[in-house]
């Protein structure tokens, strides 16, 4: 089992939608938990950590966390063109104090 | 401006011919990383150091060696290349190994023929 998955879409949405993308991990006792985008060639940058359950807003950017599901999802309101982009789930493994990348998620935004 | 740089941008090569590729940060962080990333595969780290003359093995780190001589830099040297490594290669910094962001360089995007 990998330790961080997300679905590697692409997934798309008309402008203007929620987004939701979604990551699981495996380590039960993982206790930080980062997205970052990374745009076509350009290197990631992060936009929402989350560190307890429930949700986090920063802007039209809403983390979830539930570590009873091991679960973590991001969703962006009213989506923009601008938001297409590859969103990389990324786990802080207790375990051995470091942090996993998932394969990331395409996401496509219609104008 | 705060950022991590790298040299060079893209490179081709052929097998067994050593290449270094070179990293450096001027925001003054303790712990640096190479990442390499592949379709399908995320972002996987080859080597990190904690700070100089301190690095380890991450994950996938055969065929490749670093070093931390200076605080601000950090190459990546792949003493035999194959083209197994070819990939996109990333540094990254952050102020030390228990701070959660990470600041990552442009990438190094490599093919080995």
């Known amino acids: 089992q990998k330790e961080v998955e997300q679905n590697s879409g692409p997934l798309s949405v008309p402008e203007g939608a929620i987004a939701s993308l979604n990551c699981t991990y495996s380590?039960?006792?993982?206790?930080?938990f980062f997205w970052y985008r990374q745009y076509s060639g350009k290197s990631p940058e992060l936009i929402m950590s989350?560190?307890?359950?429930g949700d986090k807003e920063d802007g039209r950017f809403t983390a979830q966390l539930n570590k009873a599901s091991q679960y973590v999802s991001l969703l962006i309101r009213d989506s923009q063109p601008s938001d297409s982009a590859t969103y990389l789930c990324?786990?802080?493994?207790?375990?051995?104090?470091?942090?996993?990348f998932g394969p990331g998620t395409s996401l496509s935004v219609i104008p | 401006e705060a950022q991590v740089t790298q040299n060079p941008r893209y490179l081709i090569t052929v097998t067994g011919k050593k290449l270094t590729v070179t990293c450096s940060q001027n925001?003054?962080?303790?712990?640096m990383s190479w990442y390499r990333q592949d379709p399908g595969l995320g972002l996987r780290q080859i080597y990190y150091?904690?700070?100089?003359?301190?690095?380890d093995k991450g994950d996938v780190p055969e065929g490749y060696k670093v070093s931390r001589k200076e605080k601000r830099n950090f190459p990546l040297i792949l003493e035999s290349p194959s083209p197994n490594q070819t990939s996109l290669y990333f540094c990254?910094?952050?102020?030390?190994?228990?701070?959660?962001?990470?600041?990552f360089g442009p990438g190094t995007r490599l093919t080995v023929l």
């Open positions: 990324a786990v802080r493994v207790t375990s051995y104090d470091k942090v996993i």
């Open positions: 380590d039960r006792g993982s206790q930080s």
């Open positions: 989350i560190y307890s359950n």
């Open positions: 925001m003054n962080h303790e712990y």
């Open positions: 150091s904690m700070n100089v003359e301190v690095t």
């Open positions: 990254a910094s952050n102020p030390g190994a228990d701070q959660n962001e990470q600041f």
